[in-house]
Structure formats: structure tokens, C-alpha cells
């Protein structure tokens, strides 16, 4: 008889199984942290042990004597949770899934990898999976099982991005408008960023140019004193609408979102602004429904003028140059898993 | 093989250079950037081979082998190479290795299949001035930085254009940003015109003692280029020649400059000297 392997068993909820007010109620915070430990180390005498929990997830690793404890461990360990989180044994069941054996391993191979994500691919989930590691490391759950599974898992996310098109491109719009920038200025540090508009879409877009270095940001607003409130948690200056033509010349990256019945940027005040910069490009994107700036300034030189369609056409193009990797990357990771799996299985 | 070492290792420098070029091509194409290990060990094999055949074709003539138009041109693939591989760490441009490659392996080919490629190498006239020396390999030198201006600003034109058509992805999310290239383009332009500047004051000193060594031709289409540059760079700093503009211009000025070749490796009174004695020819750019 083949050799069963080791009890290693997960109980967890994802954005795939459950509403985000189920995932909210879940969810585990800084300060709960702990007692979920302990619940699996002493309550449920699990010698391994590890909680990976992010925005969109909670998953609970740990290792059983064998298979068959993992099985008879599951419903003690929604009933602990449903008292923890206050809600019906039903309702966690219902809302979670079970893994066991080697659909673990593939599991932990694929959410590293970032395909199991809610946005395809990511990044940020691998490091959320390292943290999670490190944590459980530092707590001393994590004993050979988890860390062979763990560290392998890191080494799959590595190759999916090296050899797949699985985080290839920019698929949001804050993202798709940070490469374009990146692509006329480099470093966005010494960039000059304008934005009209306090709307959360101009927001949204301006904190991920600002999380690639941006700082030195001018915000405009019909209102002076809204253009002042996001100035002041923006640790940007604020401005009158109607210094904003002078302004274009000085600018390199131009974020417009107000909600207006017509243009506010016409031709001839870029092709003015255009003129003083000696070249410099001038990327204006305009994320207002009607548009901000006449469309018709896309033909001019040195004015790279992308609108929200111009983004969101880039952004799903790429988004789907993700999806046709999505099955190859599959089907390797499962491989590299099996072969952890029969690995762990030999030794047990 | 080996009827003609010379040439075999140009030939040798030549294919490296391609395969360098294939190798960082099919990433690209990929979307992807090359590894580097694999692809400055083809460069460095071609950079060596290419450094042994003008080295061995300098010794049959005691001179620069820069004698003729294939010469001149092996020569200015091998100093876009060398500043590449030299200046690695300051021009660190993504893909810049893999556009130089390419522009190395097409000077290559195109001096390999030339009917000079054949004849007999001519040497630097008075390859014993080294003034004269020094002001081929100037002139040399500003050329191949010519060749990596040439090579920015067509990265810079491509990049614009993905950009203008809302391109992304494969070798646009490659390439280095509008500004960098820019900044480049213009401090290359700079380097290149002062050293060509300098290669033409030195030539023109000689020519002042001897008038009748260097044809009108030869004079006016170098006279032609080094103002082009000049004028270029002049009108850059004013920017009055900016973005596009600009970047055609430093491609059509280098097209000029290769072209300009031809007239140049013939502007002079040549004669094809016997292995081992004193060249009298004065071919340079």
C-alpha cells in the first residue's frame, strides 16, 4: 500500500467562496493573531501550523498525525472558528473549503503564484505569503512539512513570473497610467503632477503614480477649499481651477477628473503649454466622463493624451494576456507540486 | 578556412555578433529581457574576433586598418561594440546592447560581402606620424559614437511611437524611458562632436602643410558631416531640433556619415602598398 504521507490538511475562505461580508467577519486581525495559533498549537495539538491571511483571504495550515486525523480534526476546527468569529458552524462550512494530501501543495504553488488571486497575477501575494511564513517561523509552527511545501511554493511563484506571461503588464488603471508615465520619464521622482478633479477616480490613479515616486503634486478643484483638504493628506499643494492653463506648461503628467459638461483643457492651451517645453513630453490623461480635455489635442506633438477607454483597453489586453497563461501555468505548477508531494509522502 | 586568417576572424567577430543579436531578438520578441550572461559572452567572443582581424590586417600595412570602405566599416562596428562594452556601466539602457548588436552585425555584413573585403589591405598614409594616427582614430572613435546616437534615437522613435499609438507590452515595455534616451542622445551628440571636431582640426593641420594630399571630395563630404553634427548640436541646445526632430536627424547625419564613406576611402591617391612596406594612402572619415 502506497504510502499515505503526511496529515497535512487546509481549511480556508477566499473571495472564490465567500461574499467579502463573510470575508470580513473572517478575517483575522493583527491582534487575533494569536489566539488563532494557540487554538491549532494547544487545543488542537497540531505540531505544524500556519494562517496566511489576506484582503481577500484566510487559509489555515496545518499537520495532522495522519490524513485520517486531518479528516476528523476538519469539523472541530470550524466549530473553534465559528465561536471565534461569532458565527454559525453552518455558515463557516458552508463558506470554506477543505484540502488535504498533495491538492495542499498545488494549492499553496498556485496562490504564490498569484493564480489564484482576485486581480490575475499579482504581486503582492507572494509577499504576503513570505510574510505569513516568516511569521509562523518566527512562532515556531512551521516545522518540516510546511517549510518544504512553503519554500518550494516561493521558488514556483519565481519561475511562473520568469517563464509565463502570468504578471506580465499592467492591469488597472492606476497601474497601465504608471508604466505609460515610466515610459516617457523613467524615475517619476522628479516628475510634476497636476490633478484637477478631488473625485476617487483621479484619487485612486494619483496614489499609485505617488507610490512610484511621485511627489511633487499640484491639486486643482472647482472648490479651492477640497483642492486644499486632499492637498493637506496628500502632502500636495493646492490651487485655484482657474491657474490651471499656466500650469500645463509646468507639468509632466496631467491627472484631469472633474466632473464637467465640457472640455476644460482646450487644444490651444496644450499646444501652448506643448510649446514651452522644448520637447519634453506632456502625458495628459483624462479620466472624466465627458471628457475633460478636446480629444482632438491627441494630434499634437508631444502631447500624449489617453482617455479612460485608452486605459482600460491596454489594461484588459493585458489582462488577458495573463488569462492565456493562466492554463499552462497550471499545469506546471501541479507538476513541480506532485513532485514535492510524492517527495514529503517517501519520507513520511 | 584559415586561407585568409584576417578575414576568417572578422567573419568569425561578424557571426557572433548576429548571434548576439538573434538571441536578444527572440527575448524581446518574447517580451522579455535578454539574459545577460549569455548575451555579453557572445559580444565578447565577436568583440575578440573582430579585435584579432583588424589586428592582424594592422600588422600587414604597420598602420590602422581603416585602409578602405570595408575596413571603415568593420572598424566603426568594432568601436560601437567597444563603447558598449566599455561604457557598460554608465550606458546602463535596457536593450541598448541588444540595438548595438544589431547595429554592429549589419556594418559587419554589409563590409563582408564589399569587393574591398577581398583586396589587399591598405594602410594610414604616414603611419608613422602619430598625429595622423591619432587623428584616424578620433575621427573613428566620433564615428562609432555617431553609431550609438544613431542607435538611442531609433530606440527613442520606436518608443514614442508605441507610445503615440497606445501601444504596450512586448518590446515597448522594454525599451528605457523617452527621457533617458533623450538625455543620452544629447550628451553623445556632445562627445561625438568634439572628438570629430578634434580629428578635423588635426587633419586639417596636416593639410595645411600639404594641400594636395587630400582630394576636395574627400574634404567637402567630411567638412559636410562634422557641420551637420555641429549644426545639430547647436540647434539642440537652443532646442530648436527637439523629440522626433531630432532623433531623425541624428539617424539621417549617421546614414550620411556611412554613406560619406565611399567618397571618403577614394578621396585620396591611393595606392595599394605591398605587404610590409610604408602605405602612402590617407584614407580616413
Known sequence: MANPGPGIFLLGSTHRTAPLAVRERLAVPPERLEAIYQLLREKMSLPECLVLNTCNRVELYGVA???EAAEALRRQLIEEISRLHR??????????????????VEHVFGVAAGLDSQMLGETEILGQVKDSYADATQRGSAGPVLNRIFQKS?????????????????????????????RMFGDLDRSRLLLIGVGEVGQSVLQALRSRGAR???????????????????????TELTRVPALLSESDIVLCALSAEAPVITRVQLASAASRRAGVPLFVIDLAVPRNVEPTATELENIFLYNMDDLAAIANENLKTREAAVDTCRVTLADKAKQVWESLASRA | MFENPPLDFLWTGVAFYLAGFGYALAAALRAREHGRPAFYTLIGSGFAAQSAGLYLRGLETHSL?????????????????????????????????FFAAGLAAALGVISLFMPSATRPPMGVAEAGNPWIEFHVALAIFSYGVFGLLATTSMMYLIQRRGLERKRTGGIFGLLPSLAELDSLNRQLLLVGAWALSVAVALGALDWVQ?????????????????????????????????????AWSCVGLFALAILSLWPVSR???????????????????
Request: proline share 6%.
Open chain 1, 65 to 67: 498525525k495522519s490524513p
Open chain 1, 87 to 104: 458565527l454559525e458552524p453552518g455558515e463557516v462550512e458552508q463558506y470554506t473549503f477543505f484540502k488535504q494530501r498533495g491538492d495542499v
Open chain 1, 154 to 182: 516561493f521558488q514556483a511563484a519565481k519561475w511562473a513570473r520568469t517563464n509565463t506571461a502570468i504578471g506580465r503588464g499592467a492591469v488597472s488603471v492606476g497601474s497601465v497610467a504608471v508604466e505609460l508615465a515610466t
Open chain 1, 216 to 238: 511633487n503634486v499640484t491639486i486643482a478643484s472647482r472648490t479651492f477649499a477640497h483642492a486644499q483638504e486632499l492637498a493637506g493628506a496628500q502632502e500636495a499643494v493646492a
Open chain 2, 65 to 97: 586598418p581603416v585602409g578602405n570602405a570595408f575596413e571603415l566599416l568593420q572598424a566603426l562596428a568594432w568601436v560601437t561594440i567597444f563603447l558598449k562594452l566599455i561604457l557598460r556601466a554608465t550606458l546602463r539602457l535596457r536593450l541598448l546592447g
Open chain 2, 210 to 246: 600639404q594641400p594636395g594630399g587630400v582630394s576636395a571630395t574627400k574634404l567637402g563630404v567630411t567638412v559636410a558631416v562634422w557641420v551637420g553634427y555641429l549644426v545639430a548640436g547647436w540647434m539642440r541646445w537652443r532646442n530648436r531640433l527637439v523629440s522626433t526632430h531630432y
Open chain 2, 267 to 285: 578621396g585620396h591617391n591611393a595606392v595599394v602598398p605591398p605587404a610590409s612596406t610604408p602605405p602612402t594612402s590617407r584614407p580616413t572619415p
